[in-house]
């Protein structure tokens, strides 16, 4: 874990320097309003979905797994059997959706396949010796990566994404800081050139996505205990 840590924070840093030493060639400049406003509300919203998956992921797993020594298969692990990568997924998704240029997606796809998919391969390849009864089962039943829109459909929202008041605690400050993080970037361009009154339309638009997924999650929160 330690060491897959440092590699996470090695590429961070990597990305953090182009951007900052080649802004134009990444960054995405505002065109159209309406165009722009809905990739941000968008990516905000990945970020923040992302956010809520990890959490999930790592507070269920805690819970249930006996130190290693029983096969998650409930909460976000009946959704995809992945889901603290599929959370990172989705908040660089939205990372890109908010800052960067379209072919940003790409790049980060590209990425994130090469970082995460032999790494999730690995670990299959271990709980298959670990569980060789109980996985094969799971591996049929449940996507990698990927929810199964039916899946979605069947069972009710806090079945498969359940949250706790303890579970945000711990998560409460990496999720602050990285939402807090992209929007001071998205916004520090237009108001440091046109001034705060210019982005008052943007920032009311971002607070009601914000507040919509804090309002989730008390919902998430009141169905879980």
């Known amino acids: 874990m330690k060491r897959r840590l440092e590699i ?12 900052a030493i080649f802004p134009q060639v990444f960054l995405r400049s505002r065109s159209d309003f309406y165009h722009d406003l809905l990739l941000k509300l968008s990516g905000i919203a990945c970020i923040l979905l992302g956010q809520i998956f990890r959490v999930s992921a790592r507070g269920y797993k805690a819970e249930h797994s006996q130190q290693g020594g ?15 990568y599929l959370g990172i997924l ?4 939205g990372v890109v959706l908010v800052l960067f240029k379209w ?9 994130f ?6 790494l999730i391969f690995a670990e299959e390849k271990k709980l298959l010796n670990l569980f060789p009864q ?11 990566l990927i929810p199964n829109p039916l899946a979605l459909l069947k ?14 605690k711990k998560e ?4 602050l800081a990285v939402l807090l993080g992209v929007l001071i970037i998205e916004a520090y361009p237009v108001i440091s050139s046109s001034g705060a009154r210019a982005y008052f339309k943007e920032a009311v638009a971002i607070a009601a996505v914000v507040l919509s997924f804090a309002w989730f999650i008390g919902y998430l929160k009141k169905n879980n205990g």
């Open 8 to 19: 996470n924070g090695v590429i961070i840093v990597l990305a953090l320097a182009l951007v």
């Open 70 to 84: 029983r096969l998650i298969r409930g909460g976000p692990y009946s959704l995809v059997r992945n889901p603290m």
């Open 90 to 93: 989705l908040i660089g998704l």
């Open 103 to 111: 072919w940003g997606v790409l790049i980060f796809l590209f990425v």
């Open 113 to 118: 396949v090469l970082r995460y998919i032999l």
């Open 134 to 144: 109980e996985y094969p089962l799971y591996l049929k039943e449940t996507p990698r």
């Open 155 to 168: 069972k009710k929202i806090g079945e498969y994404l359940p949250v706790k008041v303890y579970w945000l």
């Open 172 to 175: 409460l400050g990496t999720m």
